[in-house]
């Protein structure tokens, strides 16, 4: 099953929670999420931790319909109709992907600009689950 | 180094059916295989077998290689289960044509197989969907439909790709698909039904996507010079390329490309020496049909961001100049995922003799093809080019 458990998920909070990403001390660029080696320069695994500021804007999008969301966000598709997806071109250079939040998905365009925010995402296991959603501005 | 032909291919029916499990499916694509080497096939040389699956219907995830092939009586030899998602098929092949190659082993079996409606609906997507960077993507809320609508929304962006350019994938390979009797949906389609299809994931519709299918297919792969002993007009493998990318989409640097399909297209065609201008037909995986478009410029078939036109030119219909998945493609023809890579060799090997069952989707001439087996979103993918 496609089921991130809690310890998966307890491991990735800096990044779920906080965007903590990896700045490689041989190239300069930035990851997130992190990886073993730089996945730019392909060759440095020394990194200092950068806070990202969550800005960016919309690389492309998806509206998930009834059919193509996953049946643990089946209840949010049912309860708001479509909601919007998007792979975030963040302004720290890497791309992230997230759903987007308080938008009505007609109005979510390529190039828009978005911010991060933490916010519920979902709940497995009886265990609600947060992370980060972008909202515009 | 071994030369490597194909001298036999089968396939079973692609659909749901009830009353057939991996053992029966994969027993229906052997038989197949055997009745089709033209000079009979004595089972005692397959000394070798990659079976492409990726989750054995949920139930046999351990050893199901050596289910299936002993099932078919092929006890003792050397078999593994082959996975790379909705590539393993392809990666199975590629695996089998290597084993000729070192020398290892001279006749060996690539096949694959899918058990997939044996699951619920709710089930499905669990098992389903999973072969992306599910710690980011799934958790965004996406399924495979959603990542791909994220490359077809950009490739729309960049290149001014069109809704109906989409749909004319749709309708092309249920056109071929209905020609075809091993097919799942043996129906045509309307434009316009393609395009006002129920949304999943926009930009794509119900008819944009593949759908989930039971089957199993099976190539009998030799070393080249063994290979008049089985048939007159054996199949030749003239290159193979794999390569892997980003799991997810995000990582990549460019969304509207396909990295794995490019690179492993271009090692092919080395091998091969060959250019795309020489493939006269392919199969190429279209699992959604913004894939199919994809592919056409990843395998070098046009120019990047030009597939649009392209495939509104007509070029890739049964009767232009480069007909691609004259078979009806994942879209019509199913996608029972482990199996999809050795169905295309299947159908290749078909084209390239002249021997397709039903001869209006028979490419008449047609002597250089290539097939192209993409894992997931991209993460994994495997082309093979042969010739008669
Ligand atoms: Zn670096």
Redesign the pocket.
Known sequence: MAHVSVPMYWRTIPQRYKMIGQK??????V?FPPKGV???????SEFEEVQLSGRGKVHTFVLISAGGAPPEFAEQEKAGGQYPVAIVQLEEGPKMIGQIADVDPKEVKIDMPVKAELRKIYTEEEVIRYGFKFVPG | MKKVAIVGAGQSRYGDFPDKGIKELFFEAYKDMNASVDKGLDPKVIESAYIGNLGSGGFQLGNMSALVTEYCGLTHINTMRIENACASGGYALVAAVMDVMSGTHKAVLAGGVEKMTDVSGIKQKYWLGVSGDTEYERLAGTTFSGLYALIAQRHMYEFGTKREHLSMVAVKNHKNGAQNPKAQFQREITLEQAIKGPIVASPLNLFDCCSTTDGASAVLVCDAEMAKQFTDTPVYVTGFGTASDFLAIHDRANTTTLEGTRRAGAMAYKMSGLTPKDIQLAEVHDCFTIAELLAYEDLGFCEKGNAGPFIEEGHTQIGGDKPVNASGGLKSKGHPIGSTGTGMAYEMFNQLRGTVQKPTRQVKGAEIGLIHNVGGSGGTVAVTVMRR
């Open positions: 490689c001390k041989k190239c300069g660029a990851n730089c996945k730019y320069c392909q060759t440095s």
